[in-house]
């Protein structure tokens, strides 16, 4: 298993180009299952979770064709026209949740689907019952046998529905709106997820000719089509991955130029840095990072877009390690996240975290130790702790790193970080 040793105290300074968003790409590659011609995607990050979606696609019998790879990103070619298989085995739901994603546009085109249910992971449960009542609804039959989603649409396909959401669930919007383009009549999406990346899923739907209104807001109004065809895609900028790397820069009192991404994408993050007293300025191109101020202690409570992301939890509440005076975290998301405030501790954080809550005292500074990360975003939290921390850190378990950053070792090593991977 390969880890990171890193030793903190360098400043991260300089440029580092922002990749395509993996929660933005992974539904997209999903979708081009119903396309009936070839779908291009361009801007696609070379990580883990890519790599298992082609696998898993190019299993069932999409040909996909890496066009061209930059030394960021690449460009896919997918076509579904030797489509086979309708399953979707467990070893690869297991390795990837985002499988599910595979659910509603099979559903769509072929009437038939079978998935293994995602099984649990550290961050909590992760149930996908709204996902399979709104199918429901959209006249599917779902059979969960042997730990197998197995669904199959009426001969005449889904049918339009009026979707309530209980709570906002974004591979839920996103499965019951690629199920929709293709479903009879219309369907309705009330508490869908706004999260930029729905909508760059609903954009690359509507170029494909889907008839969707609402995009952007948490009511999306579906009109079921005859066909959706070929098209191509600019996946848009890793907001998750901008707002990890302003942390780096904020953290080591460096200095930092993030290309090809938006201020618009992360607003609440920009909040949160700006009131911790780091600044962010935005330029044509990309935005600049500097710490203006000693960082000051500032609360989190994740919610849904457009509230502060949960994926920047982890990596937040590192900035708030090393801050002058005490933050509360708020995780109102997932029912686990918190995993890696227990690793924080051992770096010499002082974190107590209870149910849904975490509070952070700020110390002076922290010690590098061996932790381990226990999933994505954990792990990017513990590696910008590594940075900043006094001595060296040894994060194991970076396959989950891996899963969401690309080439993150190479980004920060760019920048003067001193971090090396090791098998
Ligand atoms: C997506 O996961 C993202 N993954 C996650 O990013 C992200 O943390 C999450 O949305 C929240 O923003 C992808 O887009 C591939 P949810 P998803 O359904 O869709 C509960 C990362 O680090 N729920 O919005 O699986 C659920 O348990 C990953 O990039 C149900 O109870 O999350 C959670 O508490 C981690 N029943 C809440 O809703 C359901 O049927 C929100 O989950 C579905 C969800």
Not at 117 to 140: D, E, Q, T, W, Y
Not at 348 to 366: C, N, R, S
Request: some cysteine; charged content about 20%; glycine content about 10%.
């Amino acid at each position: 298993m390969d880890k990171f040793v890193i030793r903190g105290g360098h400043p991260i300074s300089g440029v580092i180009p922002i990749s395509g968003s993996k929660n933005a790409a992974l539904p997209i590659m999903a979708a081009s299952i119903l396309a009936e011609g070839v779908v291009t995607l361009e801007n696609v990050p070379c990580i883990a979770d890519v790599t298992d979606m082609e696998f898993l696609l190019s299993e069932m019998g999409t040909q996909v064709t890496t066009l061209g790879n930059g030394k960021y990103g690449k460009t896919l070619k997918l076509s579904t026209c030797n489509f086979k298989s309708k399953v979707v085995s467990y070893d690869i739901v297991s390795r990837m949740r985002a499988s599910i994603l595979i659910l509603g546009p099979l559903l769509a085109k072929y009437r038939f689907a079978q998935v293994s249910l995602p099984g649990g992971c550290s961050i909590g449960a992760r149930p996908v019952g709204f996902h399979l009542n709104a199918l429901s609804k959209m006249g599917a039959r779902i059979k969960l046998q042997k730990g197998y989603i197995t669904a199959t649409a009426p001969v005449r396909g889904l049918k339009g529905a009026d979707i309530t959401f209980p709570t906002t669930t974004v591979t839920g919007t996103e499965n019951i709106l690629m199920a929709a383009t293709l479903a009879k009549g219309e369907t309705i999406i009330r508490n869908a997820a706004c999260e930029p990346e729905v909508s760059d899923l609903a954009e690359f739907l509507v170029n494909m000719g889907a008839d969707i209104e609402g995009i952007g807001t948490k009511t999306l109004r579906i009109r079921g089509v005859e066909h959706l065809t070929g098209t191509a895609h600019y996946v848009l900028p890793d907001r998750i991955e901008t707002g990890t790397y302003a942390i780096a820069a904020a953290l080591t009192g460096g200095e930092l130029k993030l290309k090809s991404t938006k201020l618009i994408l992360l607003k609440s993050v920009v909040e949160f840095l700006n009131a911790a007293g780091v600044g962010v300025t935005e330029e044509h191109d990309g935005l600049i990072i500097k710490k203006l101020d000693p960082i000051k202690s500032v609360d989190i409570i994740t919610n849904p877009y457009p509230g502060f992301p949960t994926d920047m939890q982890a990596p937040a509440m590192t900035l708030m390690c090393t801050a002058s005076g005490t933050s509360v975290v708020t995780e109102n998301i997932f029912d686990n996240r918190f995993m890696h405030a227990l690793e924080l501790n051992r770096m010499g954080a002082d974190i107590y975290a209870h149910g849904p809550t975490a509070v952070i005292k700020g110390v002076e500074k922290l010690s590098g130790a061996p932790v381990m990360a226990s999933d994505l975003r954990a792990g990017a939290a513990l590696v910008l702790a590594g940075l900043a921390a006094e001595g060296e850190t040894v994060v194991d378990r970076i396959y989950h790193v891996d899963r969401g950053y690309e080439q993150m070792e190479e980004k920060l090593r760019g920048c003067g970080a001193d971090i090396q991977r090791e098998s």
